[in-house]
């Protein structure tokens, strides 16, 4: 490994923090600062995080009757159409200038995750102006990036439910006072 003699590469790192920090809150705070944790991809351009976060929910399923003797089966003439609670997995990466930091950040992290308010978790992201309530249900899939030697990476999944989904539309309006929302 040669020397970085501009800091062009200490550089990219710092701006790469800068992004990070106020990118996502977890009931008011920032994990990134408090932890050194964010929202983490498996592969550079992928987007499972956000895909999780945006698939919709399962519709609960409607109450049918089933006649033997006729066709199909036979619904109210008004259907009331609801969501069901549903299952988001999120990646998660921490990182931390050395083991014993890692070790502080990762345990307290999980900590966090686990009590949040009341035991449950507003998720907000910044980039989407949008929040969502969820509580812990399960963390899995631990994987150690770097050796505990100088700089420690990790990575996991957490798992939340959102016992309310919440998909309505956020109103905006576009410069002419329209609503944008169709």
């Not at 978790?121 to 980039?127: D, I, N, P």
């Not at 899995?140 to 989904?165: K, M």
Request: hydrophobic share 35%; with cysteine; proline share 5%.
């Amino acid at each position: 490994v040669g020397k970085d003699p501009a800091g062009r590469f200490e550089s990219q790192i710092n701006s790469i923090m800068k992004i990070l920090e106020g990118l996502l809150t977890i009931n008011g705070s920032d994990p990134y600062l408090d932890f050194g944790a964010f929202l983490a991809e498996e592969e550079a351009g992928g987007h499972a995080n956000y895909d999780a976060l945006l698939k919709g929910p399962k519709l609960k399923e409607q109450r049918t009757v089933s006649y033997r003797d006729r066709d199909g089966v036979r619904l109210p003439a008004k259907l009331v159409q609801r969501w069901e609670a549903r299952t988001v997995a999120l990646r998660f990466a921490i990182v931390a200038p050395d083991a014993a930091t890692f070790e502080r950040r990762y345990y307290g992290f999980l900590d966090f995750l686990r009590q949040g308010e009341d035991g449950y978790l507003m998720l907000h992201l910044k980039e989407l102006s949008r929040t969502w309530r969820f509580y812990l249900t399960e963390c899995s899939d631990y994987s150690q990036l770097t050796a505990f030697d100088s700089e420690v990476v990790g990575t996991f999944t957490a798992t939340f439910c959102e016992p309310v989904p919440d998909f309505s539309a956020p109103v905006r309006t576009n410069p002419e006072n329209r609503s944008d929302n169709g």
